[in-house]
């Protein structure tokens, strides 16, 4: 007989997602994911300034603010069909992939590594032993004996004093957990060295972007960063060094810790690259705009049906057709009024709730499809759609990761391994490798333009009478983001986001057809109901972030809060 297990709410994530699962014979056989929070950004934005938009966009989210705010402004000026100097795009581009890493190291090490690394089972550990493993995986300088010894005498003291703090709550001692309490010593290190290196990439995003999180140099035609190598009031030159500075930092760590950490994790536990598979057809956008209007990438993107590379085919440009014509949303599973399928051009946001329904609406998330199908979204899609146009630097560290696993395994992974639980965690680190390497060569690229004289960051917009329509979109951390705005006479007149976790956590859509999150659970193993520990392991492989929702709901219908935008 099927058990029924509901955690309500998902923790380690940003916002409020409930999953229900049914257990039959020790594995899932039914699965819901409701999103619990309304965004309703969407209906503050309208009979706005469209120059204003990307100030309240980026505060959809208090994790996922520059991803916001750059998609935001590259809608309005697909609108306006405007062409962006190249120090702006350079200066976007360095803060999308600072932010981007930063997203990465935070989400391996310290929201989703305690459902693999028992902390409590470190303090078993031979600090000796851990540092001579650590040693022996990768020259990251911060492997030594004092510091394993360090880090387990500060975990020791959580534990004496009976209180865990930060790693309060944790499955400690699940059976599911297998890691040797050396292994699990050293994952535990890294989690606190992490804690320093995630604050690199935020500060690179604080000194181009002025404030973080919600940067502050954003605007429709470019970038409010005054160039003058002289002036202190402005992008100085000590400003980028101190940028590059932070970035050489961050390079060590990705690639002498975070990537054979998570090939460490991969070899220890390869059965989860047979688990978690869930919806295989990918979709990814290009990004890192190398010129003016959007026509040439570093980055590939495109779409990829049912898992096969070979029918890959890409998305080229901003306002690209393919795209455009390919994405439509659905309500029938949600809580809103009406549940036709629609572009966002056409998109609504009127709430109308219900009660959690099986077969019926459950959750504020809709259900996004490209071209009548569900697709995955995030750095498994990029990884997958990157080695499918050929991109070097993607397929360089895939290929490092996969040797890696297969050596410390003793197995032969294949690529179809990376369908998987384990195989998210494997692409968000080659991913946050590749990224690394294209914000160090955008840093590059900045000092050289301003080297030719060039100082240009922005072009003023026009807004033409009657209706313009644009969109935006940008690979972020979780995967395709997408603005949609209309425009008549200079006002916003509809505005929706369609946001990486709407594609991921969808519940049933048009055709009844589930979900990402939902397809993931299927067959996942769960040894013990009371503590879904495997359930937690799929779901957060996804890096979930329900707070692109940010309206909180009263079931007694009592208000909670009120806000006034003036």
């Not at 099927?2 to 709410?9: E, K, L, Y």
């Not at 980028?240 to 460490?264: C, E, N, P, R, W």
């Not at 990029?382 to 993607?394: P, S, W």
């Not at 179809?416 to 991913?431: E, K, N, Y």
Request: hydrophobic share 40%; charged share 20%; glycine share 8%.
């Amino acid at each position: 007989m099927a058990t029924r297990v509901t955690v309500d709410p998902v923790t380690r994530i940003e916002g409020h997602l409930r999953v229900d699962v049914e257990v039959d014979g020790g594995k899932v056989t039914k699965a819901w994911a409701s999103g619990q929070m309304w965004r309703g950004i969407e209906t503050i934005l309208t009979g706005r300034d469209p120059r204003d938009a990307w100030i309240f966009a980026q505060r959809i989210c208090g994790v996922c603010t520059t991803v916001h705010a750059i998609t935001s402004v590259r809608a309005v000026e697909n609108a306006l069909q405007l062409e962006i100097p190249k120090n702006a795009q350079y200066i976007r581009n360095m803060i999308m992939t600072a932010h981007a890493i930063h997203d990465h190291v935070v989400h391996f090490y310290h929201l989703s590594a305690l459902d693999w690394v028992d902390v409590v089972s470190a303090l078993e550990a031979d600090p000796h032993k851990t540092a001579a493993l650590a040693e022996s995986l990768s020259d990251w300088p911060q492997n030594s004996y004092a510091t394993m010894k360090q880090a387990q005498d500060r975990l020791r003291a959580f534990v004496g004093s009976g209180q865990l703090g930060i790693f309060a709550n944790g499955y400690w001692g699940h059976p599911a957990m297998k890691l040797s309490p050396e292994v699990n010593l050293l994952a535990a290190t890294h989690y606190l060295q992490a804690l320093e290196v995630q604050r690199y990439a935020n500060q690179i995003v604080s000194i181009l972007g002025g404030k973080n999180p919600h940067i502050q140099n954003l605007a429709v035609g470019g970038v409010a960063n005054p160039i003058n190598l002289d002036s202190q009031s402005t992008l100085t030159l000590e400003r980028l060094m101190q940028v590059k500075d932070m970035i050489d930092k961050l390079g060590v760590f990705i690639k002498s810790a975070y990537l054979t950490d998570v090939s460490a994790i991969g070899a220890f536990y390869a059965d989860w690259t047979t688990i978690g598979a869930g919806i295989t057809s990918y979709l990814s956008v290009p990004d890192i705009p190398l010129d003016e209007t959007g026509q040439n990438f570093a980055m590939p993107g495109g779409y990829i049906a049912d898992g096969d590379l070979a029918n890959y085919k890409p998305i080229k440009t901003f306002g690209d057709e393919f795209f455009r014509e390919g994405v439509k949303e659905a309500a029938k599973h949600s809580w809103y009024a009406n549940d036709a399928v629609l572009h966002p051009f056409d998109g609504e946001t009127v709430p109308k709730y219900t009660d959690f329904q099986d077969d019926g609406k459950y959750s504020w998330i809709k259900s996004p499809t490209f071209y009548g199908k569900p697709a995955q979204v995030g750095p498994l899609a990029n990884v997958l759609c990157g080695v499918a146009a050929g991109h070097e630097a993607t397929k360089r560290y895939l290929g490092q990761v996969i040797n890696n696993v297969n050596a410390l395994a003793g197995i032969e992974l294949p690529l179809s391994g990376l369908h998987s639980t384990i195989g998210r965690h494997a692409a968000r680190a080659i991913r946050a490798a590749v990224l690394h390497e294209e914000l160090e060569r955008q840093w590059h690229l900045l000092m050289e333009n301003i080297g030719r004289g060039d100082t240009a960051t922005y072009v003023r917009p026009e807004f033409p009478k009657g209706e313009v329509r644009g969109f935006g979109f940008h690979e972020a951390p979780r995967g395709v983001l997408s603005h949609w705005v209309v425009i008549d006479n200079g006002v916003i007149k509809n505005y929706q986001a369609v946001v990486p976790t709407t594609w991921n956590a969808a519940p049933r859509n048009q055709d009844d057809a589930i979900g990402p999150y939902e397809a993931s659970l299927m067959d996942n193993p769960v040894a013990d109901p009371e503590r879904p520990l495997e359930v937690l392991r799929t779901v957060h492989s996804f890096d979930p972030c329900l707070a692109c929702a940010v309206h909180v709901f009263d079931t007694d219908q009592q208000q909670v809060v009120r806000v006034k935008a003036l």
